[in-house]
């Protein structure tokens, strides 16, 4: 699969969430992705509505979600559902929490996760 076409279906996935996130209310969870693309590296990407728009939060260690952050090839693990459009905001300590929690489980990690 081409760069382009996976930034293709990031954008169309994106465009669903906030078609979605037009008629639901506040705090909505449309996804939660648990992504480890390196042995050391694993973030957790919240898709929650805010204002009746999908927005996402960034739970992870801080060095991860900071690469995640701004990572410009569309197609880098690294970038896997974070690429523009979607807006950020800083996790709310709930997301902090649930986050550190999945990551744990999902990937073994112990150490306290941070919110970007």
């Known amino acids: 699969m081409s760069n382009e076409q996976v930034a ?5 996935r994106w465009h669903a969430w906030d078609r ?4 639901l209310p506040d705090g909505y969870v449309l996804s939660v992705e648990l992504l ?24 992870g260690d801080q060095l991860q979600v900071a690469a995640a952050v701004t990572a410009t090839d569309p197609a880098s693990s690294d970038a896997v559902a974070i690429g523009e459009p979607p807006p950020k905001q800083p996790a709310e300590p709930g997301l902090v929490a649930q986050g550190t929690s999945l990551l744990a489980t999902a990937f073994g990690k112990r150490q306290p996760a941070a919110a970007k």
Do not use: C, N, P, Y
């Open 36 to 59: 480890h693309s390196r042995a050391d590296q694993a973030i957790a990407v919240f898709t929650v509505v805010t204002g009746h728009k999908a927005v996402q939060s960034i739970v």
């Open 8 to 12: 293709q279906v990031r954008i169309a």
């Open 20 to 23: 979605l996130a037009a008629g």
